[in-house]
């Protein structure tokens, strides 16, 4: 079953260094999302995507991030000076079409643990 | 705030159907009804969603009341590798990209 595939499994850094995390996600899918949850904390909704543009995103996604479609198959997230209070997994998640056809449900990788020191 | 709302945790034995409960009293009339498991901190599981009608897939069955305002999710058989927390949504039904919205949801434990 194809899904949603995410590197590295774990990175560390140090505070004000920017970060990527890369994400293959389905093949026929055409909307993209980032999440995110700290440990022990609900998992929470960053930003969407679709058709090379953002579609959605919350009060977390501030200028530090940014999201990117490089080459038509990886999507990736950008935290240019990274804080502590970014230690989080990061989970990124693909849908074939969004809310438009019987709503197709996202499909989560298995995320990346960012841990900022 | 998520739209619903989730016993915290659960008990159940192995081998018996599990019934997660779900209650989303305001729920509209184009909003789905979504079901995601996480596992120790993997990435969420999409398990099933419906809108009116009952659904089943190969993982689960959805049973969503007539007046819409609840549901319930039956593993039929459970098994300790279903030991989980599941999260029930709600989600817009029409155009574009949205995000789903995490609760806390309920921490289901498979006992042997």
């Known amino acids: 079953e194809p899904e949603v595939t995410q590197t590295p499994s774990h990175q560390v850094t140090q505070m004000g260094q920017e970060v990527i995390l890369r994400c293959v996600p389905i093949?026929?899918?055409?909307?993209f999302y980032w999440y995110r949850q700290i440990l022990g904390q609900k998992v929470e909704f960053l930003v969407s995507?679709?058709?090379?543009?953002?579609?959605?995103k919350s009060e977390i996604f501030d200028d530090q991030f940014s999201v990117e479609r490089p080459d038509g198959s990886n999507f990736t997230l950008k935290i240019r000076s990274t804080k502590l209070e970014d230690s989080a997994m990061y989970f990124c998640?693909?849908?074939?079409?969004?809310?438009?056809?019987?709503?197709?449900?996202?499909?989560f990788g298995n995320g990346t643990r960012l841990t900022v020191t | 705030d998520a739209k619903t709302t989730q016993p915290p945790s659960m008990d159940c034995a192995e081998g018996r159907a599990a019934n997660l409960p779900c209650n989303h009293s305001?729920?509209?009339?184009?909003?789905?009804v979504y079901w995601y498991r996480q596992i120790h901190s993997q990435g969420p599981q999409y398990i099933i969603h419906?809108?009116?009608n009952n659904e089943t897939n190969e993982m689960a069955s959805l049973i969503i009341t007539e007046d819409r305002k609840s549901s319930t999710l039956i593993l039929p058989h459970a098994t300790l590798r279903d030991t989980a927390v599941y999260y029930c949504?709600?989600?817009?039904?029409?155009?574009?990209?949205?995000?789903?919205?995490f609760g806390k949801g309920t921490h289901l434990i498979i006992q042997p």
């Open positions: 998640a693909s849908s074939e079409a969004g809310r438009i056809i019987n709503n197709s449900p996202l499909h």
């Open positions: 093949s026929n899918h055409l909307y």
């Open positions: 995507f679709y058709n090379n543009e953002i579609s959605e």
């Open positions: 305001t729920i509209s009339g184009n909003e789905y």
């Open positions: 419906g809108l009116k």
């Open positions: 949504i709600v989600r817009v039904g029409g155009g574009g990209a949205d995000g789903l919205t």
